[in-house]
């Protein structure tokens, strides 16, 4: 028994073993985004490879991989087993297909990847890249020299170093986030008109979309699950109405007709509890059997599945900060949430 115990929690020191074991009935859903070949970018969302691999094999020995809908399954049931954890991507990015999916599959590592529709498809995809991915562009293609964007509201930015470039990019955004969507658009394309031209796209193909034909080939593999994100990304809470259901149902449909699959996983844009609001998961459980936010932490017997909490996988993190990411340490403590109205005490 006790050597049984020793046994399943070894590959953490100390505490980690402790805790990994202590919370091995809270299921964790990974979030990823895309990875990269180049190991010393500083973009969140861009994983290393060999970092990926490291993590990957470290889940397949440790840890239990099940598909989203299994794991829905057991929250549902509360016949959880021990140690589930799902992995999921975000948004679309071509390295998916080309660096993730070969080792998911050497590894039978089950994943949901979340597209942002209208990103996959070249005839709708206008600037080529994500908007918060486009703004990254074009500081990087205008550094070193100063940025005033003052008259797009948008403020004025030093753009002499890597960390400076971080930053504007995260201010950037995070205005843009808060405002109506429409504006947020329109910003966007005066963006695109004044600086679109200065965009070397061989640079920055870490940020290129997969291809219709790659999702196909995704979508007919039973390892790999197909999720909507929207058809655009844009923040949902800030959405007009009229355009709620369209965001939300027509990412569905895109994808339906791409794949020839049927779609039932949904990821919120941004998927801050802000970023969502009542009719926003009202519109997602009519369309779809469940949908996961990007708040963080771990998911309990009981738990709303059209809010389930995810854990953010980015390059920053060492491999023991992963581990101990996914030990749960940092989530001791919380509670399912049933409700969207709870979401405030989270
Ligand atoms: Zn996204």
Redesign the pocket.
């Known amino acids: 028994m006790i050597r049984a115990l020793i046994k399943k929690t070894a590959g953490l020191s100390g505490p980690g073993k402790i805790i990994r074991y202590v919370t091995r009935f809270n299921p964790r859903i990974l979030m990823y985004?895309g990875l990269t070949e180049n190991p010393t970018t500083r973009e969140w969302t861009q994983v290393a490879i060999d970092t990926f691999k490291e993590q990957m094999q470290y889940l397949r020995q440790f840890f239990h991989p099940v598909s989203l809908r299994e794991m829905v399954a057991m929250l549902e049931s509360g016949k959880i087993e021990p140690h589930a954890v799902t992995v999921t991507f975000?948004?679309g990015y071509k390295s998916n297909y080309d660096l993730a999916y070969p080792i998911l599959k050497e590894l039978g590592i089950p994943a949901t990847i979340?597209i942002?529709s209208r990103f996959v498809m070249p005839q709708s995809n206008r600037y080529l890249y994500?908007w918060?991915d486009l703004i990254s562009v074009i500081l990087k293609s205008h550094a070193p020299t100063a940025i005033d964007l003052d008259d797009l509201s948008l403020g004025q930015y030093n753009l002499s170093s890597e960390r400076n470039i971080y930053s504007a990019h995260n201010e950037i955004c995070e205005r843009l986030k808060s405002v109506a969507s429409t504006d947020n658009e329109n910003v966007v394309a005066a963006l695109y008109e004044r600086f679109g031209d200065t965009i070397d796209d061989n640079r920055f193909s870490d940020f290129s979309p997969m291809t219709p034909e790659n999702v196909r080939r995704l979508a007919a593999d039973d390892l790999i699950t197909i999720g909507a994100?929207?058809q655009n990304?844009p923040i949902l809470s800030r959405l007009e109405p009229a355009r709620l259901e369209e965001e939300i149902v027509g990412s569905k449909r895109d994808l339906e007709e791409i794949t020839g699959v049927s779609i039932s996983e949904f990821?919120y844009?941004?998927?801050r509890w802000r970023d969502i609001n009542r009719e926003v998961v009202e519109i997602t459980a009519r369309h779809f059997e469940c949908a996961v936010l990007?708040e963080t932490g771990l998911n309990l017997t009981g738990h709303n599945k059209y809010l389930l909490r995810r854990i953010g996988i980015g390059s920053n993190l060492d491999f023991r900060q992963y581990r101990a990411m996914l030990s749960g340490v940092y989530y001791i403590g919380q509670k399912p949430i049933v409700r969207l109205e709870e979401a405030k005490n989270d």
């Open positions: 985004h975000d948004d979340f942002t994500l918060p994100h929207s990304h990821a844009p941004n998927g990007t």
